[in-house]
């Protein structure tokens, strides 16, 4: 489906709960948020039921993500069901791989080949800091598991001067051994952390470290690069990116919606509107669901002014919206 803007639409992130395991600085404060209750978010059968309707609009892609999506349990087998709706084409995970180990062959069975895992540094330290607790090494260990299992593997860095921006040359390296994608995303002050404004490290001065240390070619954009620019180090096995969400946005060629846990549908991740979807769900009309998705989708925005007016938007919790 294309919205009012020509673009084609076919990308829902679908957050299957708001809790997490970490409390990562720029996502959430450090006593966490309010938990929401158990009837408070969507049952498997109502997320399937959305599921189904967006593929009927045109939806293919869907990313299950949270919160941490593998703190919900019975995850994998919704991830199972969603994988059978016809119409859908690829299912994938965003995690912050804490709870990989052991589920990684269950993960595969269930449709997943991908994986976006977010790791913002390879020091046990300074990964502790930024996610006050996060143990790097069962992070490493399950995605050492996930390569083994032949899984596709994406690293997000949210990159934070004077954090974790000492980082950017050892997180490109890691492409040179592996076949990974290791993406480099723009820091985003969404809950105003203080002091945020000193954070951000723009993807022009990422681009220009990496070029100080590699070779990069520039390679053209495939059906996985999203909204990453990708580029390649001489000779290396994998590839790196650059997400400018704030820099440069990738508005105009955006083609995701989401929904919350809670069954709230928007059309951007800083837009504050959106539409309910629980009103359709209860009346189990399975063409309200897609009248409302299809409006959702009709109302996307041009683009966000974060860049232009941090202050405009009200702050709040990636996890409560599934970043």
């Known amino acids: 489906m294309h919205d009012a803007l020509g673009r084609t639409i076919n990308y829902l992130r679908l957050s299957v709960t708001d809790r997490c395991n970490l409390r990562c600085h720029y996502c959430m404060p450090a006593e966490g948020i309010e938990q929401l209750g158990h009837t408070d978010i969507l049952s498997f059968e109502e997320l399937l039921q959305i599921v189904t309707a967006a593929s009927q609009i045109g939806i293919r892609k869907v990313r299950i993500t949270g919160g ?27 995690t912050n791989g804490l709870l990989l180990n052991g589920q990684v062959q269950a993960l595969w069975d269930a449709g ?6 977010s ?12 996610s006050r607790g996060g143990d790097l090494q069962k992070v490493l260990s399950g995605l050492e598991e996930a390569e083994n299992a ?10 934070m001067r004077g954090v974790n921006d000492q980082e950017i040359v050892p997180f490109a ?7 990974w994608s290791v993406r480099y995303i723009e820091y985003m002050p969404v809950i105003r952390e203080k002091g945020w404004q000193q954070k951000i490290v723009t993807g022009s001065e990422i681009l220009q470290r990496l070029q100080e240390v590699f070779t990069l070619e520039e390679i053209s954009r495939t059906l996985y690069c999203g909204p ?33 846990s809670t069954g709230f549908a ?9 539409i309910d979807l629980k009103s359709a769900l209860q009346q189990s009309d399975p063409e309200a669901l897609q009248n409302a998705l299809q409006q959702v989708i009709s109302d996307k925005p041009s683009e966000h002014h974060l860049n232009s007016d941090p202050e405009g938007s009200t702050p709040f919790s990636m996890s409560k919206i599934g970043g």
Do not use: W
């Open 68 to 94: 941490e999506p593998l703190v919900r349990k019975g995850v994998i087998g919704l991830i199972e069901d969603i994988a059978q709706v016809p119409g859908i084409e690829q299912v994938t995970l965003t």
């Open 112 to 117: 997943i080949r991908r994986l976006n895992v």
């Open 119 to 130: 790791l913002d540094s390879l020091q046990a330290h300074t990964f502790s800091e930024i």
């Open 150 to 159: 032949g899984m596709k593997i994406k690293l997000n860095m949210v990159v």
């Open 173 to 179: 390296a890691l492409s040179q051994q592996k076949p």
């Open 228 to 260: 990453a620019k990708p580029y390649r180090i001489k000779n290396a096995l994998g590839t790196v990116g650059i997400i400018t969400p704030m820099s440069d946005h990738f508005c105009g060629s955006c083609n995701r919606i989401r929904v919350t």
């Open 266 to 274: 928007k059309s951007c991740l800083l837009s504050e509107g959106g």
